[in-house]
Every structure is written in structure tokens, then in C-alpha cells.
């Protein structure tokens, strides 16, 4: 009698005990191919739609290290080909206790987690656009002002979400945060009618749609048996076929016999056993999302938040939408047009850049430190590891400084269930080409606006690598169509002639290249799509991807 799927899969597994196969002489066994269990993998992005301060507040440096001459990390990268070189390094390098500042966005809050931390620089846009609606999560939706004919895209969060190898079981998408965060940075929250949302500013409101108004059960309160438990009861089952067939001899039956058993004791341990769990009727329900980067009892109550929805698999895709802490802070009152578009004039003693990168410490003070605390200290039963080493968590803000598009930071903190390498300071920027200067293109080395950039990569590659580290495959997210305008041109460059096939995720460039007269796209096309070798758009980013 042939085992089944579920069967294989448990004996190879175990359930935490070690179980052989018993040998029945009598039935000719075949080979059993181990299969691996999928691991449900959770994708947070933590985002903002105020620019990133001065992106050199973002990266790791030594005590010695000038926030004008940021050196790039010490280790070389050959990656081969036409790419060039990637600098990596460390991040432990550069905190060298749990208390050492990771960045001066960062702080010290993240210093006892960097060996589950990446943080990326050189990855850029291909053009300036303020206060993009989406561009971070990749998306094109029908308020781009130079999109022309190009076809709306999702952003990623919507894509993974929708996607069933990604949610098989169709859990709606988390929008949380006010309006105008979420509409900028996730691609139809309100106007994708094919998608469910629960989405709301209020953390009541999100309280409800997570756990349908506090009536969704916690661990316990129905009997709900170990996630394995059905899975085993199929194998139990198989068993028992087994030992009735009528080829099966006295002494096999009598193995048998013992085997089950033993699977039985097993059976007995799970059904009194809990997942991590799910555990949400204790939550408080306080305030709201955007108030969480100035309060660390609120901030504490959105991380909680994720948290349950996590371990009670009522969410799969998380997008938060928070702010730098605004208001009156150290003496400076918060306005985009001097905060965010005077980063050197002074207040107080201190530039607007800086202020700006303690503002931004706020996020990661009061939500993402508790949330990484929390998923980390505990662990996912799928395969013993920690809910953080099966998550991804994005962090990052709108375009650089002044709306600046090259050398955008990111960070990534989780491991994607193994799928990414974690614990790194990478700079993608090609060290022969700096672009340090007011327009981001020229070539003044040692500005103080841009912290030595250089040019780097497409941002999308990241967009792409994280895709891939959520499991989905190339096949799944390309459409080779979209890239139509850039396709049989012999003016983008001598690296761009005459291309037919991009592949990757979204568009290369977010305006339709048939408008003429605009200035942002002829910015792109004459400055910007040149510069890059656009056949790398569908490259996962080095260093980054396990095999």
C-alpha cells in the first residue's frame, strides 16, 4: 500500500520526537523521498512619506568617520561579469556592544538584533519625484502625473498578498495609518476593490477587523490541537490501512502494532499543546497609528498588535504608515518645508538633518524595536525557529534628502524563513562613479549633502529580492510587457541598445517616455536611464539571497 504525501512528509519530519519508519519485510518498501513543509513567511514594511533627512544618517560609521566622507564598508565583493564590485561589511563591526549606536537613525535601540539586520546603501531611483505615491513598495498607480500610457502595477505588499503560494489561506492586507501614509505608499489601499483590506487609523478599529470585534478565538479556549495534529492523526490513519491489508504478515502487523503505539503517545502530547499563542483579548486598544512614533506605550500597542495577528495567522502582509515624531521637539517645530527642505540651516545648535534623524529614531524607539523584541523571543512552530527569522520587516522613508532619488537607505531585519542572509552593512554604489553633487549626477566628491554616494544600483533589484525571498519565482511576478517603451532604442545609452526583454518587477523608469517637453522625464531619459545597465532590472541584489 502506497503512503501518502502527508505520511512521508511526518516520518521524515518527526513531531519532535524520533520516530523510524518500521521495516515491514512483507511489503517491498519503496524509496520515501523527503518533502520539505512550506514555512508561512510574514512581510512588514514600516514606511513614512516625509523624505529620509540626509541619507548618510542611516549608515553604520566608526567614531573616526566624517558624516562628509562616509568611507564604504571594508570587505570587496566580485561579483563578475559586467557588474561591479559590492563593498559589504559587519554590522557587529560597527556595534560592537548592545548598547553601541547602529546608526544615528538607528540609535541603540536595534544594537542587540544586527545579526538578524541588513542595511543597504546605493540603491536609487532612476528619477527625482517628491512625495512619490508608492515608489518605496514599487508600485505605478493612476495618480503618477507623468504616467501616460503605462498600465498601473501593484506594489509588492498587494502582489505577495494576493499571491496563494504566498497566502494560501486569502488573509486580507493590514493598511494601517493615516490616509494620506497609506495611499502614498501602498498602491490602491482604498481602490483595489479584488482585494481585501483591513486597513484603519484607529487601533480599535484595527482590533476588530483583525479578531472580528474580539470574538475570534484565542489559543486554548476551543481545543485548538498542535498545527501538526491533523497531519498526524492522516498518518495514524495510513497505519491502520496498512495493518489491514490482507498482504501484510503476523510479525509486520505485531511492528505495527508497537509503531502506533508509539504515535499515539505522541498524538496525546500535541492535543495538550498550544502554538506560541494566539493570545489578543488582553491587548490594549489605545490611540492611533500615527501617534505611535511619539508614544512608547502606543508604539508598544501597534508592535503588540502585529505581533497577535501574526501568531493567530490573521495576517500574512503587514503596511504601517508612520511619521517621524512632528510637533515641538527640542525646541524646533515640525514643518516639511524647513525640516525636511533646509537640512542645513541651524536650530538650536543643530541642523535641520539632524533633528530630522532623531524625529526618525521615534519609529524605531517606540515600533520596530518592541516588534523585533517580540517576534523574536518566540518561536514559530513550522520549523522551530523564531517568528523573526520567518519574517521580513522594511523600513525606510520617502526619497532622500530634498526629495533626492540616488543612494536610498533600507532597512531589512528577519531572515525570510532562511531565505536571506542577515547581520550586514552593503553599499551597491560603483566606486568609479561618484554622484555626490546638488543634482545627484555630477561629480563632487566630499559634499556635504550626499555623504560621498556614488551611483549604484536600480532600486527595484531590492523589490525583486524580496519577492524571491518570500518565495515567489521569477515566473510568478515578471511581465515583460511593461517595459515596452524602453525596448529597440538606441538612445538610452550604449549599454541600452536596441533591448527586448527586461523581466524583474514594476517599471525601470515611472513616466511614459513618449511625453515630451516634461521635465522629470526628460531628467530621466537624458540623466538617468543612460547611466544604468538595465538588463540587471530583473537581478536579485548580491549578498543578500541564500541558494
Given at each position: 500500500m502506497k503512503l501518502t504525501k502527508q505520511s512521508r512528509r511526518m516520518f521524515l519530519q518527526g513531531v519532535g520526537t524520533s520516530l523510524p519508519i518500521p521495516f515491514l519485510a512483507s511489503m517491498l518498501p519503496r524509496t520515501v523521498w523527503a518533502q520539505t513543509a512550506e514555512i508561512p513567511r510574514r512581510f512588514i514594511s514600516i514606511l513614512s512619506n516625509y523624505d529620509i533627512g540626509r541619507n548618510g544618517a542611516w549608515f553604520p560609521r566608526m567614531s573616526s568617520h566624517s558624516m562628509n566622507n562616509l568611507p564604504p564598508p571594508s570587505q570587496v565583493h566580485v561579483v563578475g561579469g559586467s557588474h561591479h564590485n559590492i563593498y559589504h561589511q559587519a554590522l557587529r563591526d560597527f556595534v560592537p556592544t548592545n548598547s553601541s549606536n547602529l546608526s544615528m537613525v538607528a540609535g541603540t535601540a536595534l544594537s542587540p538584533f544586527v545579526e538578524s539586520i541588513?542595511?543597504?546603501?546605493?540603491?536609487?531611483?532612476?528619477?527625482?519625484?517628491?512625495?512619490?505615491?508608492?515608489q518605496v513598495l514599487g508600485g505605478l498607480p493612476s495618480s503618477s502625473d507623468t504616467r501616460g500610457k503605462l498600465k498601473l502595477i501593484p506594489t509588492i505588499d498587494h502582489f505577495l498578498n494576493n499571491h496563494k503560494s504566498f497566502n494560501p489561506k486569502g488573509l486580507p492586507i493590514n493598511f494601517w495609518g493615516p490616509a494620506g501614509h497609506i495611499e502614498s505608499w501602498s498602491y490602491a489601499a482604498t481602490a483595489d476593490t479584488a482585494t481585501k483590506a483591513a486597513s484603519s487609523y484607529y487601533i480599535s478599529g484595527i482590533y476588530n477587523a483583525l479578531f472580528s470585534n474580539g470574538t475570534f478565538p484565542e489559543a486554548g479556549e476551543s481545543a485548538k490541537p498542535h498545527p501538526k495534529m491533523d497531519v498526524l492523526s492522516r498518518v495514524l490513519e495510513d497505519y491502520k490501512r496498512v495493518r489491514n491489508s490482507r498482504n501484510i504478515s503476523s510479525d509486520d502487523k505485531l511492528v505495527l502494532d508497537n509503531a502506533v503505539d508509539k504515535w499515539s503517545d505522541v498524538q496525546k502530547g500535541l492535543l495538550q499543546s498550544t502554538t506560541a499563542s494566539c493570545k489578543h483579548k488582553s491587548l490594549v486598544k489605545m490611540g492611533n497609528v500615527a501617534s505611535a512614533n511619539e508614544s512608547a506605550a502606543v508604539g508598544?500597542?501597534?508592535?503588540?498588535?502585529?505581533?497577535?495577528?501574526?501568531?493567530?495567522?490573521t495576517g500574512r502582509v503587514f503596511t504601517i504608515g508612520t511619521g517621524p515624531i512632528g510637533g515641538l521637539f527640542d525646541g524646533e517645530n515640525f514643518e516639511h518645508g524647513t525640516t525636511s527642505h533646509q537640512p542645513f540651516s541651524l536650530v538650536n545648535g543643530k541642523y535641520q538633518w539632524q533633528r530630522m534623524a532623531e524625529r526618525q529614531n521615534g519609529v524605531i524607539r517606540h515600533i520596530l524595536a518592541p516588534l523585533v523584541q517580540n517576534l523574536s523571543s518566540v518561536i514559530d512552530p513550522s520549523?522551530?525557529?523564531?517568528?523573526?527569522?520567518?519574517?521580513?520587516?522594511?523600513?525606510?522613508?520617502?526619497n532622500g534628502q530634498v526629495h533626492g532619488y540616488l543612494s536610498h537607505p533600507v532597512m531589512l531585519i528577519g531572515n525570510?524563513?532562511?531565505?536571506?542572509?542577515?547581520?550586514?552593512?552593503?553599499?551597491?554604489?560603483?566606486?568609479?562613479?561618484?554622484?555626490?553633487?546638488?543634482?545627484?549626477?555630477?561629480?563632487?566628491?566630499?559634499?556635504?549633502?550626499?555623504?560621498?554616494?556614488?551611483?549604484?544600483?536600480?532600486?527595484?533589484?531590492?523589490?525583486?529580492?524580496?519577492l524571491q525571498a518570500m518565495g515567489l519565482s521569477a515566473a510568478d511576478y515578471e511581465d515583460n510587457s511593461l517595459e515596452s517603451q524602453v525596448y529597440g532604442r538606441s538612445d538610452l545609452g550604449a549599454m541600452n541598445v536596441n533591448l527586448s526583454n527586461l523581466g524583474g518587477y514594476g517599471y525601470v523608469t515611472r513616466g511614459d517616455l513618449s511625453i515630451v517637453g516634461n521635465y522629470t522625464i526628460d531628467q530621466s531619459l537624458k540623466k538617468g536611464l543612460p547611466k544604468y545597465r538595465l538588463s540587471t532590472f530583473k537581478d536579485p541584489l548580491p549578498l543578500l539571497l541564500r541558494n
Open positions: 541588513n542595511i543597504l546603501r546605493g540603491l536609487d531611483f532612476i528619477f527625482r519625484y517628491g512625495h512619490d505615491n508608492s508598544k500597542v501597534v508592535a503588540d498588535m502585529i505581533t497577535a495577528a501574526i501568531l493567530c495567522d520549523n522551530g525557529k523564531s517568528f523573526l527569522y520567518n519574517s521580513l520587516i522594511m523600513n525606510s522613508y520617502e525570510a524563513g532562511g531565505k536571506i542572509n542577515s547581520g550586514q552593512y552593503i553599499d551597491y554604489g560603483d566606486k568609479s562613479k561618484p554622484a555626490n553633487g546638488a543634482d545627484e549626477f555630477t561629480s563632487t566628491l566630499g559634499s556635504e549633502n550626499f555623504s560621498n554616494n556614488y551611483q549604484g544600483v536600480l532600486y527595484n533589484r531590492l523589490l525583486v529580492t524580496i
